[in-house]
């Protein structure tokens, strides 16, 4: 088996290829890497034929949606995950033929109803059901303490002790570790009491993820995040620096228009001198009355550089060609000291 582990923070992602056929697999793979993965496949030799999440994340964003959409490829997750765009339900017992490799599933519900673990020859990925000293928490939406203690005492400890488990999240930058080795020092397992083990899992007192409402709007509907949307907007639409907008309105130049598109109160506080205003939430509909002109050169500004992003691709798709926004925002403008005007326009 052909087999790349890749850590970002703290989760951890999985490609694993047969030698014989070069198809690949990637298990929960993280929107931030989709570049690396790519490359480590092309580098490999592999054609990446499935994307796997072991379960619904709740604290990073998945990119089964975004790569399959790109590699036209089947999205697998466990039949009881609430994804409209999963391609491949699977049930406990079922296997993923992936040229002469079987990836089996096993269901094994507790950190999230949907949680599967994943064994493929002498690798057990467990998702975020059991990872190394430690196991998936279970205070999320859909989690169950009970659940999780039959997973893991009936199910995934009774198989070869010897299995390698790889999960998708390790903190302290360890590679993997063995079934026998969790049975031995992972601490959480050593509540083997039913009732005093769903009694700690109760009383871990965890904070929540950081961008748990976002990550599970985006992995449950397939829809972009913040980040998506800026990211895409920012490879459509070239910048302006800072220090070149200032010589441009030192000498006023006559061809470059500067749209300020923060709300009023913002813009009549401090603008930069010449810019006019069209806040972003009026610009399809004032675009009209306002830039009669599609060939002209229109520079974005808002307080930090993002809005100003969205709003000159935007613009672009509205077919003035030559949007480009201001690298950077009004608060950097007035750091730099350069000159502000006040008032209405
Ligand atoms: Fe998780």
Not at 234 to 243: E, G, I, K, R, W
Request: hydrophobic share 40%; charged share 25%; net charge negative.
């Amino acid at each position: 088996m052909l087999f790349e582990q890749i850590a970002s923070g703290g989760c951890r992602s999985y490609l694993i290829g047969c030698e014989d056929t070069c198809a690949a697999a990637l298990i929960d793979p993280e929107l931030g890497q989709i570049d690396r993965y790519l490359a480590l496949a092309a580098r490999q030799g592999l054609r990446i034929r499935h994307l796997i999440d072991t379960h619904t994340h709740a604290d990073h964003f998945s990119a089964t949606h975004s790569l399959a959409r790109r590699l036209d490829i089947p999205v697998a997750m466990h039949r009881a995950s609430p994804a409209p765009f999963v391609d491949l339900r699977l049930s406990d017992g079922e296997c993923i033929a992936l040229g002469k490799l079987r990836i089996n599933v096993m269901h094994t519900p507790g950190h999230t109803r949907d949680s599967m673990c994943l064994r493929v020859e002498s690798r057990l990925f467990t998702g975020d059901t059991l990872l190394m000293n430690a196991t998936g928490r279970t205070d999320l939406p859909s989690g169950d303490p009970q659940a999780l203690y039959d997973s893991l005492f009936n199910r995934i400890l009774k198989l070869d002790p010897a299995l390698e488990v790889y999960p998708a999240h390790e903190y302290q930058g360890r590679d993997h570790s063995t079934l026998a080795q969790e049975l031995e020092r992972n601490p959480r397992l050593q509540k083997r009491d039913p009732s005093e083990f769903v009694e700690m899992m109760r009383n871990l007192n965890l904070s929540m993820p950081f961008h748990l409402t976002e990550a599970l709007r985006t992995n449950l509907s397939g829809g972009k995040t913040v980040a998506q949307l800026l990211a895409e907007a920012s490879a459509m639409v070239p910048f302006m620096s800072l220090t070149e907008l200032k010589s441009r309105t030192d000498a006023r130049d006559p061809d470059l228009v500067v749209l300020d598109v923060r709300e009023r109160d913002a813009y009549v506080n401090g603008h930069v001198p010449g810019a006019r205003l069209l806040p972003r939430g009026q610009l399809e509909l004032r675009v009209n009355d306002e830039l009669p002109d599609p060939t002209q050169r229109i520079l974005t500004v808002c307080e930090f550089g993002r809005i100003s992003t969205l709003a000159a691709a935007t613009l672009r798709d509205l077919g003035f060609q030559h949007a480009i926004a201001l690298d950077g925002g009004m608060k950097a403008w007035r750091e730099a000291g350069y000159p502000i005007v006040q008032g209405s326009e």
